[in-house]
């Protein structure tokens, strides 16, 4: 089935901890995306990218990185300049570049709590 | 800024029935496109619908529709029929020609009574 796979579904962390939130697709889409989802509020785009070894930040990047290797795979940082970094982080990703009208696919999401 | 703003934190509907859901944005593009998505308590997004802006024909899903006012700016989707199955939170989305990246309204949770 081809589909996102993001994992953990949960995670817990330590404040001051790095931890790196895993998502992969094997649609062969070319953009992928993260956001950060907090309780009412809408998601919020943290980081995108559209090719291979390119990325560009979103509207809140700050104490977040990626990385883009591979086509199926798209990495998520969070590190501990994140202030508030317990949030639903769900990962998605579409079919075409530069484009906005294809539709996003979304991962499960992964539920970070830092204490 | 394109802003997307979704003015009902909750709504309710009766089994079968029909209910609207709001959703206003802005925008100085010409070329945008315009999306409702269905997050359920698995957390789960899952797309219902999508209008392109330069079509003037509302999209239509089997029981979701949207009523797209382009010079109101405004992009309400209509569930007919409700079922139980449609109780979720409902996000409307708006997106460019500029990566594809999508901007969210805050939310609107429906809950459907039996």
């Known amino acids: 089935d081809g589909g996102i796979t993001q994992s953990p579904k949960y995670l817990f962390r330590k404040e001051g901890q790095n931890v790196t939130l895993s998502c992969e697709q094997n649609l062969n889409h070319d953009a992928m995306y993260w956001y950060r989802q907090d309780p009412g509020q809408g998601l919020r785009l943290i980081y995108y990218s559209q090719i291979v070894n390119d990325f560009q930040k979103g509207d809140i990047a700050e104490g977040y990185s990626v990385s883009r290797e591979k086509k199926e795979s798209f990495p998520l940082t969070v590190t501990s300049a994140q202030k508030n970094p317990t949030a639903f982080y769900l990962c998605?990703?579409?079919?075409?570049?530069?484009?906005?009208?294809?539709?996003?696919?979304f991962g499960p999401g992964t539920r970070l709590t830092v204490t | 800024a394109q802003t997307v703003t979704q003015s009902q934190p909750e709504m309710s509907v009766q089994e079968a029935e029909t209910v609207t859901l709001s959703c206003t944005y802005d925008t100085s593009e010409s070329d945008y496109y315009l999306f409702w998505y269905k997050q359920p308590p698995s957390r789960q997004m899952i797309l219902v619908i999508r209008q392109e802006a330069y079509k003037q024909q509302n999209a239509t899903e089997n029981r979701f529709s949207v009523n797209f006012q382009k010079a109101a700016k405004s992009f309400s989707l209509k569930i007919s029929d409700s079922q139980l199955g449609d109780a979720a939170m409902y996000f409307c989305?708006?997106?460019?020609?500029?990566?594809?990246?999508?901007?969210f309204g805050q939310g609107t949770e429906l809950s459907v009574k039996p």
């Open positions: 989305a708006s997106a460019y020609n500029q990566g594809g990246k999508l901007i």
């Open positions: 998605a990703s579409s079919i075409a570049r530069r484009t906005g009208g294809n539709e996003q696919y």
